[in-house]
């Protein structure tokens, strides 16, 4: 998905459509992250005019851990949130489909996919698991922990290509090639990710400006009387990000608005 939206991007970049052979990149939740990706691909840092995200993760690790364990990592210390189970799901397939492909993988990935995504825990299949040999039971064995205490060892027992993979997918990493403003709009109580997630992309690139309001429930605006007095901040953060694209590229300073 990360290459096709690169593609996409590089795609429209060429075009003779395209004013000044710049495009922006935007998306919601995973698609704010996989922007962020597409930005810092050194074949498009210098043709991306803004990056603009609502709700992404920036650290695919922590999430792992937040989906699995019900916690993740501020700072130095460990923070409990305990997002909809369904995460643990879509984590569960995605880390499945990272497995070199085999048949008993690729039936693996099918189970996966015919699990119900619902408000309730569900339980993965751990015999598909087990068929798919040693590297997916070591999958397995991180998706079934709920002790954070346990979490980085049994990370470190992933296969080598998974780990890579979790790297390669975690914008943090990659924020040093980020050249484009960044705009990123979050709740202060996201229900998937939390809100370090996107302070960490903060303090890792000072392309990346953070506003922060109630007006978000993850990707979903409150349509509340409670929150109109944020609505102007959410309405700054939309005028920047089209300014910026109208524009083209620019330098954003760090800065964050709650």
Do not use: W
Not at 26 to 50: E, F, H, K, N, W
Not at 120 to 138: H, I, T, W
Request: include cysteine; proline fraction near 7%.
């Amino acid at each position: 998905t990360l290459a096709e939206s690169s593609a996409v991007a590089e795609f429209a970049a060429r075009s003779q459509k395209t004013a000044g052979g710049h495009v922006g990149v935007a998306g919601v939740s995973v698609g704010g992250t996989l922007a962020l990706l597409t930005a810092a691909d050194p074949r498009l840092q210098q043709r991306i005019s803004v990056v603009a995200c609502v709700a992404p993760f920036g650290d695919l690790r922590e999430v792992m851990r937040l989906a699995t364990t019900g916690s993740y990592r501020d700072g130095e210390r460990l923070a409990r949130h305990v997002p909809p189970p369904y995460l643990r799901i879509g984590l569960a397939r995605s880390l499945a489909a990272m497995l070199p492909a085999t048949p008993s993988t690729a039936a693996l990935c099918r189970e996966l996919r015919a699990l119900a995504t619902t408000d309730s825990a569900v339980d993965l299949p751990a015999q598909a698991f087990r068929d798919a040999g040693p590297d997916a039971e070591s999958v397995f064995a991180l998706l079934e922990n709920t002790n954070p205490a346990q979490f980085d060892v049994l990370y470190d027992a992933l296969p080598s290509d998974v780990r890579a993979a979790v790297v390669s997918l975690s914008p943090v990493r990659m924020a040093e090639l980020l050249r484009a403003p960044v705009e990123i709009a979050t709740a202060p109580q996201d229900a998937y990710f939390p809100l370090s997630q996107a302070r960490a992309l903060v303090a890792a690139s000072p392309r990346v400006r953070l506003t922060i309001t109630s007006l978000l429930a993850h990707a979903t605006p409150r349509l509340s009387a409670a929150y109109l007095a944020e609505l102007r901040r959410l309405d700054a953060f939309f005028v920047r990000a089209l300014r910026a694209a109208a524009t083209g590229p620019g330098y954003t300073p760090r800065q964050e608005t709650t």
